[in-house]
């Protein structure tokens, strides 16, 4: 019997199962890929009442954000779900993490059988895991494939079933996305807070998005800052729910969150299935999406892959502290001063389409993990004046001039991070940064990636000779002269009537009419040309390959003969 949605996310729990859990616990750990071939409940087997209650007692944050007594609620529903159980672990996913001495091997997929039903697989992808997946997620602004991604296909691709439903969280969803749309053998996916695609990777594979799109469903939390970033799958299904025992605000991106408990950590059912509470996305993360698109869609491929490395740079430097130090800080605006910029002008940019309080501004900068811009944007905000108005350098100037430059606290911090020694440098700071916000355009707005339709376009000749008919049509029924109107000019009812302004407007359609028509035929001409030359380099092309294989043919041919 296929697995719901729900009990899917709670599958994907168990890629989070790492030995700190087990630690916790005060369990003897067990190597997931040392257990191929035993059920869950086996595996979990070790995870008695006892070592449950002391894993409740634990006042340790664990793995994923999770705390010990959301843990032992997740094993304790692991351990008696009637299907979940019974699921046999036939295969794992590992990668390299870390460095040096600290370098081993991490799991970051798994993949399951139903003995009930041998012929049908079932894969969890875990999230982001060790430097180098922080980086790749940085990748996928600007690549349409990412090693990560490819990772995940190969393993899919290799699993020997037909029939395979996908889940992931955050990373994972968007591993699990990916495969869905370029893997014949996956039929659905539930990804939870999965984080959308590049345009690269919509130019590539539109035609593939356009057909998997209807097997893809996406469960976020409402305040979930993970899946608003890029674009999502067109045609997916999104669903929001409430998030559930958070602390902090990088819970609603916790796993477990999704699920309603009692007091003790214990799952609550509904007809046998956990409990989600279903919301609407809230309006900060719609907020936070509409920055993401109008980032994508005002900024050039070097412009993101710029950003892209920027801000992997970055979160690989919080993967191991959730605060950079102002020395990490200074490196970081020294090596990427324009980018930075370019980041704080975007979002100033964006920013000028409303108005943003000062709260709303930072809370979505700090959500979008981007916070260290904050500085940047408080420089074109700080102005005595109208945030809003398009200031000058030389109104800032009048204003950092002031003795208390120096002792302001939003100063200090830039001067520190960029190495400034006067106020020249400031000001250089302020016109770079106004520059910027000026030079930045808009007209790609804040819309969803349009997915290419699969049509066929006719460039044959006798497209081009229709339309070059129809342009003919409507110059021979031209407008008739309207001069001889001009014969009535002393009658008392031509100035009343204003004949002589209708005579002219009338003039002005035909001109622009037969305006309209040149350009037409000059763009249509230069359209055609274009197809023509393409054309061209193609079939040279083609017959460059038929050459070559008719050569290949023949060479096989006389070693055929020389063999007897």
Aim: hydrophobic content about 40%; proline content about 3%.
């Amino acid at each position: 019997m296929a697995l719901t949605d729900r009990e899917l996310m709670l599958l994907e729990q168990l890629t989070y199962l790492t030995e700190d859990v087990y630690e916790a616990a005060g369990v003897d750990y067990v190597d997931i890929k040392e257990v191929k071939g035993r059920t869950i409940g086996k595996v979990l087997k070790d995870f008695t009442e006892k070592e449950l209650i002391t894993l409740s007692e634990s006042e340790e944050e664990l793995s994923a954000k999770v705390s010990g007594r959301e843990w032992a609620g997740i094993i304790r529903r692991l351990q008696t779900d009637p299907k979940l159980r019974e699921l046999e672990i036939k295969d794992t996913l590992e990668i390299n993490v870390g460095e040096g001495f600290n370098k081993r091997k991490a799991i970051v997929g798994l993949a399951f059988e139903d003995p009930a039903t041998p012929n049908v697989g079932i894969v969890a992808f875990k999230g982001t895991t060790g430097s180098k997946e922080w980086e790749d997620n940085a990748l996928g602004i600007y690549l349409a494939d990412t090693p990560s991604q490819k990772l995940a296909l190969s393993f899919v691709e290799k699993l020997p079933y037909k029939d395979i439903t996908v889940t992931g969280h955050s990373k994972g969803g968007n591993k699990a996305m990916y495969v869905t749309v370029l893997s014949d053998k996956v039929t659905r996916c539930v990804s939870l807070d999965g984080q959308g695609f590049g345009k690269a990777f919509y130019d590539k594979y539109w035609a593939s998005v356009r057909a998997k799109a209807h097997l893809i469903s996406n469960h976020s939390l409402s305040l979930d800052f993970v899946h608003i970033q890029l674009y999502p799958i067109p045609g997916s299904i999104q669903r929001y729910y409430q998030g559930q025992n958070i602390g902090d605000f990088l819970e609603h991106h916790s796993p477990n969150s999704f699920f309603k408990t009692d007091a003790d950590g214990n799952l609550l059912l509904k007809n046998g299935e956990v409990v989600l509470l279903p919301e609407g996305e809230s309006t900060l993360m719609r907020r936070l999406h509409e920055f993401s698109n109008f980032v994508m869609n005002n900024t050039t491929e070097q412009q993101q892959r710029e950003m892209g490395q920027c801000v992997g740079e970055i979160l690989v430097l919080l993967m191991d502290d959730n605060q950079l130090s102002d020395k990490e800080m200074a490196q970081i605006y020294t090596d990427n001063r324009e980018t930075l910029i370019l980041m704080a002008a975007a979002f100033i940019k964006y920013a000028q389409t409303d108005t943003l309080s000062r709260q709303l501004r930072n809370d979505m900068l700090n959500s979008l993990q981007i916070g260290y811009i904050i500085p940047l944007v408080e420089i074109y905000y700080a102005m005595p004046s109208n945030p809003l108005a398009e200031f000058t350098a030389s109104t800032l100037i009048e204003f950092i001039k002031q003795p208390l430059f120096f002792g302001h606290e939003l100063w200090s911090r830039l001067a520190s991070y960029f190495g400034y020694k006067d106020t020249q440098d400031m000001i250089d700071l302020w016109r770079a940064l106004d520059q910027a916000v000026v030079a930045f355009p808009t007209d790609g707005g804040i819309k969803e990636i349009e997915v290419r339709e699969d049509r066929t376009y006719d460039f044959s000749v006798q497209t081009y000779q229709t339309l070059m008919d129809v342009i003919a049509k409507i110059e021979e029924n031209a407008l008739p002269s309207m001069d001889t109107w001009h014969n009535y000019q002393t009658e008392s009812w031509f100035e009343a009537l204003f004949i002589n302004n209708a005579v002219n407007a009338v003039h002005h359609y035909g001109e622009r009419l037969s305006e309209i028509n040149r350009l037409s035929r000059e763009r249509i001409d230069a359209i055609f040309e274009d197809v023509r030359a393409i054309d061209g380099r193609y079939a040279g092309k083609l017959r460059e390959s038929n050459a070559r294989l008719r050569q290949i043919n023949r060479d096989i041919t006389e070693l055929s003969r020389a063999i007897g």
